[in-house]
């Protein structure tokens, strides 16, 4: 049995394929980085002979790429025998800044990578899931996804968009007694390169891209629609439904501009 994973070259994407492998899934790696899905493949090859793992190149941001990753995994699954029976949507970028000073350019990149990607790999992979009648569908949304982030507006928007894509097709396939599985991954800081990739610094604590991986992978195979890593993390998710939308959207707003050192 195959497992997906996109944004495998590092941090969460990373740990999730080290963990897939443990837990006895051959697997797909894709990222934009060849060098280094193929330093991963190794690694996991060393520490897990048995396994099968293939290399899949290719840039989410571009539509015309997603489709062709789903071709071309089902085809290597098919021709090992076998089938894709786990997916993880894990691929995503942040842009930093106020909305009026921002790139579009790289927001539409946000929203092609973060949004569109995972619409369509959800659509495509669920068709087969449901078809084989069994697997899994891991989307990595982002407790962002539960309000607002003023000077980080794209990026939370688009996991909001992650999380209640995620909740929805859950629900659906609950209501139709399906026993394909669909989870999406919410987690708060993470030590990981995204942060300074989006051009933010973050301070106190954050938990590892392992813990995040393990909890992620552990809650969908259990068939969790919502999966929080970190008891921390959870309580700041209740916190903010509590203060309501506008004292919540206020306090990140506080919270966010101290990423770049604003008052």
């Not at 070259?9 to 990373?14: D, L, P, R, T």
């Not at 396939?173 to 051009?199: E, I, Q, W």
């Not at 195979?221 to 921390?232: E, F, H, S």
């Amino acid at each position: 049995m195959y497992a997906l994973v996109t944004g495998a070259s590092a941090g969460i994407g990373k740990e999730m394929a080290i963990y897939l492998a443990e837990l006895g899934y051959d697997l797909i790696l894709t990222a934009r980085s060849e060098d280094r899905l193929r330093a991963l493949r190794e690694e996991i090859l060393a520490a897990y002979p048995e396994r099968r793992a293939a290399v899949l190149p290719a840039d989410l941001s571009v539509r015309e790429e997603c489709w062709r990753l789903h071709r071309e995994a089902r085809e290597i699954a098919e021709a090992d025998g076998s089938r894709i029976g786990m997916v993880v949507n894990n691929a995503g970028m942040g842009v930093y800044g106020k909305f009026l000073e921002t790139d579009l350019d790289k927001e539409l990149t946000l929203i092609d990578l973060n949004v569109t990607s995972v619409h369509i790999l959800s659509k495509l992979f669920l068709r087969d899931l449901t078809e084989e009648g069994s697997g899994v569908l891991l989307n990595v949304g982002s407790c962002a996804g539960f309000t607002s982030g003023p000077t980080f507006s794209s990026y939370y928007a688009s996991k909001n968009y992650v999380v209640r894509l995620t909740e929805a097709i859950h629900e659906e396939l609950r209501r139709a007694h399906s026993p394909v599985k669909v989870s999406c991954l919410c987690p708060g800081p993470v030590a990981t390169a995204f942060n300074d990739n989006a051009g933010v610094k973050v301070s106190g604590r954050q938990i590892t891209a392992r813990q995040a991986a393990r909890e992620g992978i552990d809650g969908a195979l259990a068939g969790r629609m919502l999966v929080i890593p970190g008891l921390k993390m959870k309580l700041v998710t209740i916190g903010s439904h509590i203060l309501g939308e506008h004292l919540s959207t206020r306090l990140n707003y506080m919270i966010q501009v101290k990423k770049a050192g604003e008052n």
